[in-house]
């Protein structure tokens, strides 16, 4: 057994009796009550996820494995030179709960390089695409198309003991992973660059090999990195990360799960967003004739927008009550990388001026900034003007945490899920039920 996974196997016995107690001995234990609003509201904020991966405090932001965000881009290792740590890195420290060592980070580096190399149906699925499909559509069905690769279906079928449905899934979601960036990078290629394929190099992380593929120059690695990491995970709830587990849950294999979890994204309310900020932000440049708007301007801008009965993507969010902490991470970038960057000038603009706003509307819960209004304006000032395409990026990113999460789901037996839905006429009786006891 290859030593990342014999650690993670361990780790995952010694996890198993505390699920099982929780669920043996305090199953009965009420954690949450569920109101009307709720059930007709999106489920919004019913505690009934578990995972370990990360967890979203709605003051505080994401943390991954219990590490803040400056934290994980301060202790994950880094490769030689640069500012940003390997992504590999990230994804052992979501898998396992630690910081990888120097050969713990070598072998998990080790193993999405030997296994990043694309079937060639994938190339074909990618291209047999009709023009102007939008590339979220794409990604999704060539990562679908990778189904029958899947170790996970063939162990299933020839009868694997259910305790071991982790190790399959780990295979599948190693081998899913590493092929992420080939994949985003020639749909990008393709179209929107002459369609030739830039082989990877296998001397390269991860960030730095989508980096190569994609055919853009340092720093550009840099910003892949802090993407892919930025991205990876915020806990169980939202639409792409339920999606996945939702999906993975009836033992769909990896590949059916991750290409529903990008449909999901692919919304947006969702990861859609990042590209509905740099659509927002042209619209406002071209009326601007390309000048830095006062604020003012801005707000008259902000105000169009809400009176037309639209939001104003990048800003809100169903669980955060302050600034994301993914916002200003990147608002740190930008301030040291990119301080004359138009764009960046208008965004910041707009932080002074939304929040305040969206105040005075008084609808938004939180009036603050999320991830998507401020990283599209990095992929811009590097060269990657197409926003459509970004979300793939998002995409990319959020894959590891949810691989992560599945293959938890299996090590720890959760189980194929299933809320119960109620009628409108059923929701009415317990309402009336409850305004006569008052
Ligand atoms: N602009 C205008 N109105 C907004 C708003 C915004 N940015 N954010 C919330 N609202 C409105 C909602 O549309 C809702 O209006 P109605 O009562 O008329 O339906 C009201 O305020 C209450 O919404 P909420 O409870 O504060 O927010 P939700 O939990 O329902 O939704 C969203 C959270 C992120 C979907 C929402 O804030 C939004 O639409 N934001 C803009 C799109 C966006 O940036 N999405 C990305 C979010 C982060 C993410 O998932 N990234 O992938």
Request: glycine fraction near 8%; aromatic fraction near 10%.
């Amino acid at each position: 057994m290859a030593n990342v996974k014999q650690q993670l196997h361990e780790k995952i016995l010694a996890w198993r009796p505390r699920t099982e107690k929780l669920l043996k001995e305090y199953g009965e234990v009420v954690v949450d009550k569920v109101t009307i609003s709720q059930i007709i509201g999106g489920m919004r904020d019913i505690k009934s996820l578990v995972t370990d991966i990360s967890y979203l405090d709605p003051e505080e932001g994401i943390r991954y494995r219990g590490y803040t965000l400056g934290q994980v881009f301060e202790l994950l290792p880094k490769p030689k030179g640069a500012e940003m740590p390997y992504v590999e890195g990230l994804y052992y420290l979501l898998l396992t709960g630690d910081i990888p060592n120097s050969t713990e980070l070598a072998e998990i580096v080790d193993e999405f390089n030997k296994r990043r190399i694309l079937p060639r149906y994938v190339y074909e699925v990618i291209d047999a695409f009709p023009c102007c499909s939008h590339p979220m559509t794409i990604f999704s069905t060539a990562i679908l198309s990778m189904s029958r690769e899947s170790f996970f279906n063939k162990k299933y079928h020839a009868g694997v003991n259910k305790l071991d449905y982790w190790d399959p899934t780990y295979e599948d979601a190693l081998n899913l992973l590493a092929k992420l960036p080939e994949i985003g990078a020639y749909i990008y290629r393709k179209i929107y660059r002459d369609g030739k394929r830039i082989q990877s190099n296998p001397n390269l992380d991860m960030g730095a090999n989508f980096a190569h593929m994609m055919g853009i120059g340092a720093p550009y690695d840099e910003v892949t990195r802090m993407n892919f990491i930025l991205h990876a995970d915020h806990e169980s709830g939202n639409v792409s990360a339920h999606t996945g587990h939702l999906v993975a849950s009836s033992l769909s294999d990896v590949y059916l799960a991750i290409s529903s979890m990008i449909n999901g994204l692919a919304g947006p309310l969702h990861g859609l967003a990042n590209q509905e900020v740099l659509r927002w932000l042209q619209d406002v440049s071209e009326k601007m004739d390309g000048k830095v708007p006062t604020v003012d301007e801005m707000k008259q801008f902000v105000w169009d927008t809400l009176h037309s009965g639209q939001v104003i993507p990048g800003y809100g969010h169903a669980v955060l009550r302050k600034t994301d902490p993914r916002y200003s991470f990147q608002r740190e970038f930008c301030q040291k990388n990119l301080p004359d960057d138009i764009l960046f000038k208008y965004t910041d603009l707009l932080y002074q001026v939304v929040p305040d706003i969206l105040r005075e509307q008084g609808k938004a819960k939180n009036p603050w900034p999320n991830v998507d209004a401020q990283s599209g304006i990095i992929q811009w000032h590097y060269g990657v003007t197409e926003y459509d395409f970004y979300t793939v990026l998002f995409g990319i990113g959020r894959a590891i945490g949810i691989c992560a999460n599945i293959v938890w789901d299996r090590a720890l037996g959760y189980s194929l899920e299933r809320p119960k839905s109620v009628t409108t006429e059923m929701l009415e009786k317990i309402a009336m039920g409850a305004k006569s006891e008052d």
